[in-house]
């Protein structure tokens, strides 16, 4: 046990060590984009080049940002929440991405939703990257529909998309970290979303057909805190 409780330890100095570089990464990051904003603006030629630069660093800060999220060790305030609600926040956050993409989002919620113990800001984050990749799953638009219901023990949160759906073998690689299909992806934020979920004591499962669609399902448990209220 002693070895197993240093392998521990030092997973966590290297997890903090990495989160700490991607933190100072960042800095620098913003003042580059800065200058090269500033520039665009001054130059006449080459503005493809400027608008690569620009993407380039904005894909450079997102995996930085997920990265961080996944070497932290959390600390967490789990505190209770309206689950609903913050999927409506969420849903507004996203709602001009999803005209833009022609992706209408709808919203069923089948039974009372208690409220339960979790950490808001990162919940979002989860939700946040479910309904992205639901909206980057339909470049000819479609409909996502989120189902929120509970039972005994459990919040259940169904999100549903129609779009271009994921085969098995794909599904199968969805564990690794970068495993992505998309030109501008950072292959993590499926693994953000299943840190957090777990830092729940929740559990997350995809179901996809191709051409079909791609249904993610969070369960998030109930604990003794929970009851019934009406908002
Ligand atoms: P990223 O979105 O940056 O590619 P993710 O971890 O969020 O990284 O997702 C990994 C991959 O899983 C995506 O590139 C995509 O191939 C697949 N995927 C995730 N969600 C869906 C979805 N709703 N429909 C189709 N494919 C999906
Ligand atoms: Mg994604």
Known sequence: TEELLLKSE???????????????????LTSLRGFVQLLQSKVENYPYYFQIMLSELDRINDIVSEFMVI???????????????????VISLLQTQAILNNVQIHTEILTEIPFIKCEENQLKQVFINILKNAIEA???????IIELKSDDDNVQIRFIDDGCGISEERLAALGEPFYTTKEKGTGLGLMVCHKIIEAHRGCLKIESEVEQ???????????EESSVRKT
Do not use: C, W
């Open 10 to 28: 030092k997973l966590s100095i290297v997890g903090q060590l990495a989160a700490g570089v991607a933190h100072e990464i960042r800095n620098p």
């Open 138 to 144: 339909m470049p000819d638009g479609g409909n996502v």
């Open 71 to 89: 070497a932290k060790p959390q600390v967490i305030n789990f505190e209770m929440r309206d689950v609903g609600k913050i999927l409506q926040d």
């Open 213 to 223: 669609g791609t249904t993610v399902h969070v369960y998030l448990p109930l604990d």
